[in-house]
């Protein structure tokens, strides 16, 4: 599926460049640069591959979504690309910066409480909106979306040894794990969490999915109060493990990628870097997937300041 995916989003979505990571450290670790996407994070990639393979009239009615953001963006880019309406289902906590973003792609924006939001995942609708409804993760076009990241890693560092993925709802973390396991099943794959919000790393120490505390942050791409059931199950089975970091640890490593690599990344990229940087995901090529770099400007000159 991924193979067929990267045909079809190849008109919107770009391939990335991997770019050594310019730290004073023993890790040996290269960047995935998802944050130069057109919309600035790898959400396009899942959203172009959903719209491609909907039947065009299906299309016509609009598309809805449920996201803080990224897969907001990614949705509206591509269905102004389409000529379509797009619906956003954002919680109250969205940063404005993302959801501005979207407003400029002629997205329409709906903020409702987080529990609400969150309800809009399970049920895959949205009281009177008639539209097609796209998941942020739980789709299988969606993770193949996604996974035609991880041929690009293999192409372009057939030694790599190692992935670190930012975990939100797990579409990433999976949609690339399951190529790797197809075709490199010696890479480690890991999920990268926040301590503000970490469900994966409590869940799989619990075998089953279990509820935590979930603290807003600067890091609003990832960090959640629990894992859905389906994306629980995928992740026991593909990834080798979570790396939880905390707060400090993401800003440290959002201030090192900006000074050495001259890179803007949001605060879930920041953690996969800090996980990688920790030493937790071994020894040997990693790989640090950089999501996404939708992050307010002020709010990252105060965090690297």
């Given at each position: ?230 994306m629980f199950e995928r ?21 090192l990628v900006a000074e ?46």
């Amino acid at each position: 599926m991924a193979e067929a995916a990267r045909r079809q989003i190849s008109p919107l979505a770009l391939r990335t460049p991997l770019v050594r990571c310019r730290a004073d450290s023993d890790v040996d670790l290269h960047l995935k640069l998802e944050n130069l996407q057109p919309i600035g994070s790898f959400k396009i990639r899942g959203a172009a591959n959903v719209m491609a393979q909907t039947p065009r009239p299906q299309l016509q009615r609009g598309v809805l979504t449920a996201s803080a953001g990224n897969m907001a963006q990614g949705v509206a880019f591509c269905a102004q690309r389409l000529g379509i309406p797009a619906t956003i289902i954002a919680p109250e906590t969205a940063p404005a910066t993302k959801i501005r973003a979207v407003e400029r792609m002629g997205g329409r924006v709906i903020q409702v409480p987080f529990a609400e939001w969150w309800r809009t995942f399970e049920t895959r609708s949205y009281p009177g909106v008639d539209a097609t409804f796209i998941h942020a993760f739980d789709d299988p076009y969606v993770m193949a979306g996604n996974g035609t990241i991880a041929l690009e890693l293999l192409e372009d560092l057939p030694s790599l040894e190692a992935v670190v993925i930012p975990w939100g709802g797990g579409g990433l973390s999976c949609g690339i794990a399951a190529v790797l396991r197809a075709l490199a099943p010696h890479v480690r794959i890991y999920a990268a969490e926040v301590e503000s919000g970490a469900p994966l790393a409590a869940s799989l120490a619990a075998n089953a999915p279990h509820e935590v505390e979930y603290r807003p942050s600067f890091v609003d791409g990832i960090g959640s109060k629990l894992v859905f059931p389906q994306m629980f199950e995928r992740a026991r089975q593909l990834l080798d493990g979570s790396l939880v970091v905390t707060l400090d640890e993401a800003t440290r490593a959002l201030k090192l990628v900006a000074e050495r690599n001259r890179i803007i990344m949001e605060g879930a990229a920041a953690c996969a870097v800090a996980a990688a940087l920790s030493g937790r995901a071994g020894s040997g090529k990693i790989v640090a997937i950089v999501s996404g770099g939708n992050i307010d400007l002020e709010k990252f000159a105060h965090l690297i300041s």
